[in-house]
Antibody, heavy 119, light 110 residues
């Protein structure tokens, strides 16, 4: 059974850097074709894709947010970390990580982590 | 504005068949597979359909997906009250080199 869970701060101040961790089980990020991605959903709005990292360390980012995002695999093997710099109120959203296949939309999702940006 | 276009709302009565459309372009739906998700209020998205028309185990066969050219559709037959939710489509986009989502369709069971 594939499970994912996001963790991180619930409140960040404007201009701060957000660091979110996705801890997963039920699959290996060392297996060919496997990836873990991040998406977000502001309250009452549609989903927005952010980034993905694959088993071979290949990474892709949303073009509109690329300069602010970094995605990385943790050496433990079952964690993926997303950092987003220069946070703004417009970044207030629920952030989700998900298991994904190569060049594919997300499949299994975590429960999400609500992040509020406010001073 | 979302890259994939969905109607903002849809509705039906119990037992009816409803369809939700998802329109894209040659760089996304036209060349890659489509997933559909159901999102109940206050919960994470749950994949209903993957690879255009495949159902994960546990998803009722009342839900089906299809794709033609640069458009995809989700069909729900035998509509039930518990189907009231938001539905999203998604695909990989070769030009953006990332995933694109639809804006979501809110399904109301009358």
């Amino acid at each position: 059974q594939i499970t994912l869970k996001e963790s991180g701060p619930t409140l960040v101040k404007p201009t701060q850097t957000l660091t979110l961790t996705c801890i997963f089980s039920g699959f290996s990020l060392s297996s060919r074709g496997v990836g873990v991605g991040w998406s977000r959903q502001p309250p009452g709005k549609p989903l927005e894709w952010l980034a993905v990292i694959y088993w071979n360390d290949d990474k892709r980012y949303s073009p509109s947010l690329k300069s602010r995002l970094t995605i990385a695999k943790d050496t433990s093997g079952n964690q993926v970390v997303l950092t987003m710099t220069n946070m703004d109120a417009a970044d207030t959203a629920r952030y989700y990580c998900a298991h994904t296949g190569l060049w594919s939309p997300p499949e299994n999702w975590g429960q999400g982590a609500l992040v509020t940006v406010s001073s | 504005q979302s890259v994939l276009t969905q109607p903002p709302s849809a509705s039906g009565t119990p037992g009816q068949r409803v369809t939700i459309s998802c329109s894209g372009s040659s760089s996304n739906i036209g060349s890659n597979t489509v997933n559909w998700y159901q999102q109940l209020p206050g919960t994470a998205p749950n994949v209903l359909i993957y690879s255009n028309n495949q159902r994960p185990s546990g998803v009722p066969d009342r839900f089906s997906g299809s794709k033609s050219g640069t458009s995809a559709s989700l069909a729900i037959t035998g509509l039930q009250s518990e189907d009231e939710a938001d539905y999203f489509c998604a695909a990989w986009d070769d030009s953006l080199d990332g995933v694109v989502f639809g804006g979501g369709t809110k399904l109301t069971v009358l």
